[in-house]
T-cell receptor, first 114, second 115 residues
Protein backbone atom coordinates (compact mmCIF):
# COMPACT_ATOMS: atom_id res chain seq x y z
CA UNK A 1 0.00 0.00 0.00
CA UNK A 2 1.19 3.52 -0.76
CA UNK A 3 0.27 4.81 2.67
CA UNK A 4 -1.63 8.00 3.33
CA UNK A 5 -1.22 10.43 0.47
CA UNK A 6 -1.46 14.18 0.90
CA UNK A 7 -1.32 16.94 -1.66
CA UNK A 8 0.10 19.40 -2.14
CA UNK A 9 3.23 18.87 -0.06
CA UNK A 10 3.87 22.59 0.07
CA UNK A 11 1.53 25.51 -0.42
CA UNK A 12 2.31 29.21 -0.37
CA UNK A 13 -0.61 31.58 -0.66
CA UNK A 14 -1.59 35.10 0.16
CA UNK A 15 -3.88 36.15 2.95
CA UNK A 16 -7.51 36.02 1.93
CA UNK A 17 -7.09 33.25 -0.62
CA UNK A 18 -8.85 29.93 -0.43
CA UNK A 19 -6.68 26.91 0.35
CA UNK A 20 -7.66 23.29 -0.22
CA UNK A 21 -5.66 20.43 1.21
CA UNK A 22 -6.26 16.90 0.03
CA UNK A 23 -5.89 13.47 1.56
CA UNK A 24 -6.23 9.92 0.35
CA UNK A 25 -6.36 7.47 3.27
CA UNK A 26 -5.09 3.92 3.25
CA UNK A 27 -7.57 1.69 1.46
CA UNK A 28 -9.91 -0.08 3.86
CA UNK A 29 -9.37 2.27 6.76
CA UNK A 30 -12.56 3.44 8.46
CA UNK A 31 -11.25 6.51 10.21
CA UNK A 32 -9.66 9.65 8.87
CA UNK A 33 -8.10 12.39 10.98
CA UNK A 34 -6.89 15.92 10.23
CA UNK A 35 -4.20 17.41 12.46
CA UNK A 36 -2.40 20.73 12.53
CA UNK A 37 1.14 21.11 13.83
CA UNK A 38 2.67 24.42 14.89
CA UNK A 39 5.58 25.35 17.07
CA UNK A 40 3.32 27.18 19.49
CA UNK A 41 0.50 24.67 19.86
CA UNK A 42 2.11 21.37 18.91
CA UNK A 43 -0.01 18.70 17.24
CA UNK A 44 -3.73 19.36 17.41
CA UNK A 45 -6.60 17.22 16.20
CA UNK A 46 -8.90 19.30 14.04
CA UNK A 47 -11.57 16.83 12.97
CA UNK A 48 -12.07 13.15 12.32
CA UNK A 49 -14.39 11.04 10.24
CA UNK A 50 -15.75 7.53 10.60
CA UNK A 51 -17.04 5.92 7.41
CA UNK A 52 -17.05 9.35 5.74
CA UNK A 53 -19.16 10.93 8.49
CA UNK A 54 -17.67 13.71 10.64
CA UNK A 55 -17.63 12.53 14.25
CA UNK A 56 -15.85 15.26 16.15
CA UNK A 57 -15.01 18.69 14.76
CA UNK A 58 -14.43 20.37 18.10
CA UNK A 59 -10.84 21.08 17.16
CA UNK A 60 -11.68 23.10 14.07
CA UNK A 61 -10.48 26.58 14.99
CA UNK A 62 -13.22 28.64 13.38
CA UNK A 63 -15.74 28.83 10.61
CA UNK A 64 -13.07 29.58 8.07
CA UNK A 65 -12.10 25.91 8.29
CA UNK A 66 -14.21 23.17 6.77
CA UNK A 67 -13.59 19.51 5.99
CA UNK A 68 -15.38 17.02 3.82
CA UNK A 69 -15.11 13.36 3.01
CA UNK A 70 -17.25 12.67 -0.06
CA UNK A 71 -16.12 9.04 -0.29
CA UNK A 72 -13.94 6.51 1.48
CA UNK A 73 -10.84 7.39 -0.52
CA UNK A 74 -10.78 11.17 -0.42
CA UNK A 75 -11.00 14.03 2.03
CA UNK A 76 -10.40 17.76 1.84
CA UNK A 77 -9.63 20.43 4.38
CA UNK A 78 -10.47 23.90 3.19
CA UNK A 79 -9.53 27.27 4.63
CA UNK A 80 -11.45 30.26 3.32
CA UNK A 81 -10.27 32.96 3.69
CA UNK A 82 -6.77 32.05 4.80
CA UNK A 83 -4.82 34.12 7.34
CA UNK A 84 -1.12 34.19 8.24
CA UNK A 85 -1.84 32.48 11.56
CA UNK A 86 -3.04 29.44 9.62
CA UNK A 87 0.54 28.77 8.57
CA UNK A 88 1.36 25.29 9.84
CA UNK A 89 1.92 21.71 8.77
CA UNK A 90 -1.35 19.88 8.24
CA UNK A 91 -1.35 16.12 8.61
CA UNK A 92 -3.89 13.59 7.55
CA UNK A 93 -3.98 10.18 9.25
CA UNK A 94 -6.12 7.10 8.87
CA UNK A 95 -6.82 4.00 10.91
CA UNK A 96 -8.87 0.86 11.03
CA UNK A 97 -11.83 0.60 13.38
CA UNK A 98 -11.26 2.35 16.65
CA UNK A 99 -9.38 2.83 19.89
CA UNK A 100 -6.58 0.34 19.64
CA UNK A 101 -5.79 0.82 16.03
CA UNK A 102 -2.68 2.62 14.96
CA UNK A 103 -3.08 5.90 13.16
CA UNK A 104 -0.98 6.08 10.01
CA UNK A 105 0.14 9.57 9.11
CA UNK A 106 0.71 11.13 5.75
CA UNK A 107 3.79 13.25 5.02
CA UNK A 108 1.92 16.48 5.68
CA UNK A 109 1.21 19.68 3.79
CA UNK A 110 3.36 22.64 4.77
CA UNK A 111 1.20 25.75 4.42
CA UNK A 112 2.55 29.27 4.42
CA UNK A 113 0.09 32.15 4.28
CA UNK A 114 1.72 35.49 3.50
CA UNK B 1 -10.27 15.09 29.19
CA UNK B 2 -6.99 13.35 28.66
CA UNK B 3 -3.62 15.10 28.55
CA UNK B 4 0.02 14.23 28.01
CA UNK B 5 3.11 15.90 29.41
CA UNK B 6 6.56 15.49 27.96
CA UNK B 7 8.74 17.47 30.35
CA UNK B 8 11.88 17.48 28.22
CA UNK B 9 11.75 19.72 25.16
CA UNK B 10 15.28 18.89 24.03
CA UNK B 11 17.60 16.02 24.91
CA UNK B 12 21.14 15.45 23.67
CA UNK B 13 22.87 12.10 24.02
CA UNK B 14 26.04 10.62 22.64
CA UNK B 15 25.85 7.85 20.12
CA UNK B 16 25.93 4.53 21.91
CA UNK B 17 24.58 5.94 25.15
CA UNK B 18 21.28 4.90 26.65
CA UNK B 19 18.17 6.99 26.26
CA UNK B 20 15.04 7.61 28.29
CA UNK B 21 12.31 10.00 27.20
CA UNK B 22 9.70 10.85 29.76
CA UNK B 23 5.96 10.88 29.30
CA UNK B 24 3.23 11.44 31.88
CA UNK B 25 -0.43 11.17 31.08
CA UNK B 26 -3.71 12.07 32.64
CA UNK B 27 -6.76 9.99 31.88
CA UNK B 28 -9.65 8.76 33.97
CA UNK B 29 -9.75 5.22 32.66
CA UNK B 30 -7.29 2.66 31.36
CA UNK B 31 -5.29 4.55 28.77
CA UNK B 32 -4.17 3.51 25.36
CA UNK B 33 -0.64 4.86 25.03
CA UNK B 34 1.51 5.42 21.99
CA UNK B 35 4.95 6.66 21.06
CA UNK B 36 5.48 8.16 17.63
CA UNK B 37 8.65 9.45 15.97
CA UNK B 38 8.86 12.26 13.45
CA UNK B 39 11.92 12.78 11.28
CA UNK B 40 12.45 16.22 9.73
CA UNK B 41 9.95 16.93 6.99
CA UNK B 42 8.16 13.65 7.53
CA UNK B 43 4.93 12.44 9.03
CA UNK B 44 4.69 10.55 12.29
CA UNK B 45 5.61 6.89 12.50
CA UNK B 46 4.45 4.59 15.27
CA UNK B 47 7.23 3.18 17.47
CA UNK B 48 5.09 1.20 19.90
CA UNK B 49 1.79 1.10 21.72
CA UNK B 50 0.29 -0.16 24.96
CA UNK B 51 -3.26 -1.30 25.53
CA UNK B 52 -3.16 -3.92 28.25
CA UNK B 53 -1.19 -6.87 29.55
CA UNK B 54 2.58 -6.81 29.91
CA UNK B 55 3.59 -3.35 31.02
CA UNK B 56 6.89 -3.51 29.14
CA UNK B 57 6.25 -3.00 25.46
CA UNK B 58 8.72 -3.64 22.69
CA UNK B 59 8.67 -1.54 19.54
CA UNK B 60 10.52 -1.02 16.32
CA UNK B 61 14.11 0.18 16.00
CA UNK B 62 15.08 -1.28 19.37
CA UNK B 63 12.81 0.96 21.43
CA UNK B 64 10.81 -0.13 24.45
CA UNK B 65 8.47 1.59 26.87
CA UNK B 66 7.19 0.74 30.31
CA UNK B 67 3.70 1.56 31.53
CA UNK B 68 3.59 2.46 35.22
CA UNK B 69 0.07 3.08 36.37
CA UNK B 70 1.11 4.26 39.84
CA UNK B 71 3.22 7.00 38.29
CA UNK B 72 0.96 7.70 35.31
CA UNK B 73 4.01 7.33 33.13
CA UNK B 74 4.95 5.70 29.88
CA UNK B 75 8.65 6.39 29.40
CA UNK B 76 10.46 5.43 26.22
CA UNK B 77 13.87 3.79 26.40
CA UNK B 78 16.63 2.56 24.17
CA UNK B 79 19.80 0.90 25.45
CA UNK B 80 22.13 2.26 22.77
CA UNK B 81 21.25 5.24 20.61
CA UNK B 82 22.25 5.45 16.96
CA UNK B 83 22.83 8.70 15.07
CA UNK B 84 19.79 7.91 12.93
CA UNK B 85 17.57 8.13 16.02
CA UNK B 86 17.85 11.92 15.97
CA UNK B 87 14.25 13.06 15.52
CA UNK B 88 11.29 14.37 17.46
CA UNK B 89 9.41 11.94 19.66
CA UNK B 90 5.76 12.25 20.62
CA UNK B 91 3.86 10.47 23.34
CA UNK B 92 0.11 10.20 22.89
CA UNK B 93 -2.86 8.93 24.85
CA UNK B 94 -5.91 7.54 23.13
CA UNK B 95 -9.45 7.67 24.38
CA UNK B 96 -12.26 5.62 23.05
CA UNK B 97 -14.87 8.32 22.92
CA UNK B 98 -17.48 5.93 21.74
CA UNK B 99 -17.02 7.06 18.20
CA UNK B 100 -13.37 6.59 17.57
CA UNK B 101 -9.80 6.77 18.68
CA UNK B 102 -9.09 10.36 19.58
CA UNK B 103 -5.40 10.83 20.26
CA UNK B 104 -3.99 13.59 22.41
CA UNK B 105 -0.33 14.26 21.79
CA UNK B 106 2.35 15.67 24.02
CA UNK B 107 4.42 18.61 22.88
CA UNK B 108 7.27 16.38 21.79
CA UNK B 109 10.91 15.85 22.73
CA UNK B 110 13.58 16.77 20.23
CA UNK B 111 16.44 14.27 20.37
CA UNK B 112 19.90 15.23 19.22
CA UNK B 113 22.60 12.58 18.92
CA UNK B 114 26.23 13.59 19.20
CA UNK B 115 28.75 11.50 17.31
Amino acid sequence: DAGVIQSPRHEVTEMGQEVTLRCKPISGHDYLFWYRQTMMRGLELLIYFNNNVPIDDSGMPEDRFSAKMPNASFSTLKIQPSEPRDSAVYFCASSLRTSRETQYFGPGTRLLVL
Amino acid sequence: AQSVTQPDIHITVSEGASLELRCNYSYGATPYLFWYVQSPGQGLQLLLKYFSGDTLVQGIKGFEAEFKRSQSSFNLRKPSVHWSDAAEYFCAVGANTGGGNKLTFGTGTQLKVEL
